[in-house]
């Protein structure tokens, strides 16, 4: 099986520091996986487990397992840009990370934040679950 590229939202890593029996503690440990997200999405999980107490150390070691690039736009436009294929503004830098990575997949829990159909048909970015891209690879 070729490697893929996906990007990763905040909240996937995140649930798979919470539990280690999910779809995301599953999609972390996949080694034909390449798992991309942007510093801006480490800063978000550093900040998340400070603030919900989570084990720091487990954190730093996924987010070593983890390509971080940089966007390389400033926040203003990254919303002018990105903005249109999100329902919250704030997540438009999820996007924009997903786009300048390269990747064919978003992976995310917050489905109804993204505009599935524009990102997928202007971008060629595909949004799902963590669960649904597992079911995917098992199909493959």
């Known amino acids: 099986m070729e490697e893929i590229k996906v990007f990763l939202d905040t ?12 779809a995301s503690y599953q999609l972390i440990a996949k080694q034909k996986v390449n798992k991309v997200i942007t510093q801006t999405i480490a800063e978000e999980i550093k900040e998340v487990t400070l603030r919900k107490n989570i084990d720091r150390t487990e954190a730093k070691k996924t ?8 966007i390389n736009l400033s926040r203003a ?9 999100v329902s919250d503004i704030e997540d438009s830098h999820v996007v924009a990370g997903a786009s300048k990575s390269k990747t064919k997949f978003l992976l995310t829990y917050n489905l109804k934040h993204y505009k599935k159909i524009p990102i997928k048909n202007e971008l060629g970015i595909i949004v799902l679950k963590p669960g649904e891209f597992l079911q995917y ?3 493959r």
Do not use: A, Q
Not at 11 to 22: A, C, F, Q, T
């Open 63 to 70: 987010l070593k397992s983890i390509k971080t690039i940089k």
């Open 77 to 85: 436009k990254v919303t002018e840009i990105f903005s249109r294929y």
């Open 11 to 22: 909240d996937v890593i995140i649930s798979s520091l919470l539990s280690r029996k999910g």
């Open 137 to 139: 690879l098992r199909s």
